[in-house]
């Protein structure tokens, strides 16, 4: 019933909220009667404030087209790889006519983003993508809001999301080889449980995994929301925060906790800062403060949009995560798609190198929350483990803003260039064999498995070796004339340079 009373409220206010649009433009106009009043401007400001007060917020785009590296323009192009019931897989193409900047992005790590289904859409991360494309193949998960999906798709559950990141990670690496991951805040859980059950199965795991404040250990520095989620029982979240889905939207009666409810608890958690936020707004606009009145929008426009999460994988999280731990006490199951359970055991990840981020102020993930994934993946050796803490960084600040850019994204970068290697040529249709069957496959090489291919690369991190690598490469290619993958892959050094717009197709 409170889904439907809110969207009835919603309903009525949306008439007045365009009307003090409409007021707004005309106070702020000078040729109208009405904005050579004398006080105009604060009217003006004051329906503007309004406006953004009752609006409904939709789902923002990232609006990435272009990115400038080392003065080189590169055309972004967005596209959808994997289409699933409850995300999408979306792709950040890049295109380039300088044949350097082509070669250069061919050679980049391919990363996924795994972004977090825990209220805001994945374009709250747009700034992490945008620093990413950088120097990386960027891949990230674009979750749907769940009362969007119809009740015919089925239920959506924590155990789906991690063979949702399962299934991503193999995409990816059927195009490169392997990929790096990077998960933000709320994934970090699902995917070490991802990368856990791959390992644990003999499949070839990311080279790397970047971790950054999530919840691996919620016991640890609790904050407000851990001493939300550990207090309250089970069936106190399912009777007071899940309501079903009215019936004007796709997904008419599906359980869900709907967006608005998770925004009043992003609020409630610091109401002074909101309310001296919009005043400085307010006051930006009488002032004529026009750069920061755009900041103050563009923030708000991301924050204030928000989507509904299916009812089964939000309960599902509180208890795994909040009041179980079952990761860190070893007694996660995940069903697969086939509905076996399978244990999640990070000790058996093995060649994938792990980087935890924690911002020294972050509120929502406290301190040594997600650093404590290092004490769980005793199977990844020290050399390959790294913790960074970025100082005065909060929750956002770890991925959004100028500390990300300057203080995070450099560590983030080498982290993953220190970690990466070109896969064997013979092992690039691997995972997709491997996808299939579920089950580790040996190498072409008798007596090498899939777990000493992925080790044997780690071992050149020197520069010279570094350097050396991709022409032994090129000599093992040249061997293999029967693997059609690389036929493709090499078919592109010896074409023209006129044709490089057409070959970035091929892996920028």
């Given at each position: 019933?409170?889904?439907?009373?809110?969207?009835?409220?919603?309903?009525?206010?949306?008439?007045?909220?365009?009307?003090?649009?409409?007021?707004?433009?005309?106070?702020?106009?000078?040729?109208?009667?009405?904005?050579q009043n004398p006080f105009s401007q604060r009217i003006s400001a004051a329906f503007d404030l309004m406006h953004r007060l009752g609006k409904d917020y939709e789902k923002p785009e990232f609006g990435l087209r272009t990115i400038n590296v080392d003065g080189v323009d590169i055309a972004i192009h967005e596209r959808i790889e994997t289409e699933k019931p409850f995300c999408q897989l979306r792709r950040f193409k890049r295109f380039s006519d300088d044949p350097k900047m082509l070669e250069r992005m061919k050679n980049q790590p391919a990363v996924l983003i795994v972004a977090p289904l825990s209220g805001h859409y994945a374009t709250l991360l747009r700034d992490t993508v945008k620093s990413m494309l950088r120097d990386h193949k960027v891949y990230i998960t674009d979750w749907k809001n769940a009362r969007l999906?119809?009740?015919?798709?089925?239920?959506?559950?924590?155990?789906?999301?991690?063979?949702?990141?399962?299934?991503?990670?193999?995409?990816?690496?059927?195009?490169?080889?392997?990929?790096?991951?990077?998960?933000?805040?709320?994934?970090?859980?699902?995917?070490?449980?991802?990368?856990?059950?791959?390992?644990?199965?003999?499949?070839?795991?990311?080279?790397?995994?970047?971790?950054?404040?999530?919840?691996?250990?919620?016991?640890?520095?609790?904050?407000?929301?851990?001493?939300?989620?550990?207090?309250?029982?089970?069936?106190?979240?399912?009777?007071?925060?899940?309501?079903?889905?009215?019936?004007?939207?796709?997904?008419?009666?599906?359980?869900?906790?709907?967006?608005?409810?998770?925004?009043?608890?992003?609020?409630?958690?610091?109401?002074?800062?909101?309310?001296?936020?919009?005043?400085?707004?307010?006051?930006?606009?009488?002032?004529?403060?026009?750069?920061?009145?755009?900041?103050?929008?563009?923030?708000?426009?991301?924050?204030?949009?928000?989507?509904?999460?299916?009812?089964?994988?939000?309960?599902?999280?509180?208890?795994?995560?909040?009041?179980?731990?079952?990761?860190?006490?070893?007694?996660?199951?995940?069903?697969?798609?086939?509905?076996?359970?399978?244990?999640?055991?990070?000790?058996?990840?093995?060649?994938?190198?792990?980087?935890?981020?924690?911002?020294?102020?972050?509120?929502?993930?406290?301190?040594?929350?997600?650093?404590?994934?290092?004490?769980?993946?005793?199977?990844?050796?020290?050399?390959?483990?790294?913790?960074?803490?970025?100082?005065?960084?909060?929750?956002?600040?770890?991925?959004?803003?100028?500390?990300?850019?300057?203080?995070?994204?450099?560590?983030?970068?080498?982290?993953?260039?220190?970690?990466?290697?070109?896969?064997?040529?013979?092992?690039?249709?691997?995972?997709?064999?491997?996808?299939?069957?579920?089950?580790?496959?040996?190498?072409?090489?008798?007596?090498?498995?899939?777990?000493?291919?992925?080790?044997?690369?780690?071992?050149?991190?020197?520069?010279?070796?570094?350097?050396?690598?991709?022409?032994?490469?090129?000599?093992?290619?040249?061997?293999?004339?029967?693997?059609?993958?690389?036929?493709?892959?090499?078919?592109?050094?010896?074409?023209?340079?006129?044709?490089?717009?057409?070959?970035?197709?091929?892996?920028?």
């Amino acid at each position: 019933m409170l889904y439907q009373l809110y969207e009835t409220q919603r309903s009525l206010m949306e008439p007045f909220s365009d009307l003090a649009a409409a007021a707004a433009k005309v106070y702020a106009n000078p040729q109208v009667p009405a904005g050579q009043n004398p006080f105009s401007q604060r009217i003006s400001a004051a329906f503007d404030l309004m406006h953004r007060l009752g609006k409904d917020y939709e789902k923002p785009e990232f609006g990435l087209r272009t990115i400038n590296v080392d003065g080189v323009d590169i055309a972004i192009h967005e596209r959808i790889e994997t289409e699933k019931p409850f995300c999408q897989l979306r792709r950040f193409k890049r295109f380039s006519d300088d044949p350097k900047m082509l070669e250069r992005m061919k050679n980049q790590p391919a990363v996924l983003i795994v972004a977090p289904l825990s209220g805001h859409y994945a374009t709250l991360l747009r700034d992490t993508v945008k620093s990413m494309l950088r120097d990386h193949k960027v891949y990230i998960t674009d979750w749907k809001n769940a009362r969007l999906v119809p009740m015919a798709e089925g239920e959506f559950h924590l155990d789906d999301y991690v063979n949702y990141v399962q299934e991503f990670i193999r995409h990816v690496q059927g195009k490169y080889g392997n990929c790096h991951v990077m998960s933000v805040c709320q994934p970090t859980v699902p995917v070490l449980a991802a990368v856990s059950l791959m390992a644990s199965r003999g499949e070839t795991t990311p080279l790397s995994m970047v971790m950054m404040g999530g919840p691996i250990d919620a016991r640890k520095s609790p904050t407000a929301v851990n001493n939300l989620a550990m207090t309250k029982s089970h069936s106190w979240f399912e009777n007071n925060v899940i309501y079903r889905v009215p019936s004007k939207f796709p997904g008419a009666g599906r359980r869900v906790y709907p967006g608005f409810l998770q925004h009043t608890g992003f609020v409630a958690m610091n109401p002074d800062h909101h309310a001296k936020s919009h005043y400085d707004y307010f006051k930006d606009l009488i002032k004529g403060d026009g750069a920061s009145a755009e900041a103050h929008r563009k923030f708000y426009d991301e924050y204030n949009a928000v989507l509904d999460m299916d009812a089964d994988y939000y309960l599902e999280t509180i208890r795994v995560v909040f009041q179980d731990f079952a990761l860190v006490n070893g007694t996660w199951d995940v069903r697969n798609p086939q509905g076996k359970a399978e244990r999640v055991r990070p000790q058996d990840i093995r060649t994938t190198a792990l980087l935890s981020v924690e911002g020294e102020l972050d509120d929502i993930s406290g301190s040594g929350q997600t650093q404590a994934v290092h004490s769980i993946c005793t199977g990844v050796p020290k050399t390959m483990q790294r913790h960074y803490e970025c100082k005065g960084a909060g929750h956002y600040g770890i991925f959004s803003g100028s500390r990300w850019r300057d203080m995070v994204y450099p560590q983030v970068k080498a982290f993953i260039l220190a970690h990466h290697h070109d896969t064997h040529p013979e092992t690039v249709a691997q995972p997709a064999l491997k996808a299939a069957s579920r089950v580790a496959k040996p190498d072409a090489a008798p007596g090498r498995t899939s777990k000493t291919k992925a080790l044997a690369p780690a071992k050149a991190t020197g520069p010279a070796k570094k350097a050396a690598k991709p022409k032994a490469q090129t000599a093992v290619a040249k061997r293999a004339t029967t693997a059609k993958p690389q036929a493709r892959k090499a078919a592109p050094t010896k074409r023209p340079a006129s044709n490089a717009v057409t070959e970035s197709s091929q892996g920028a």
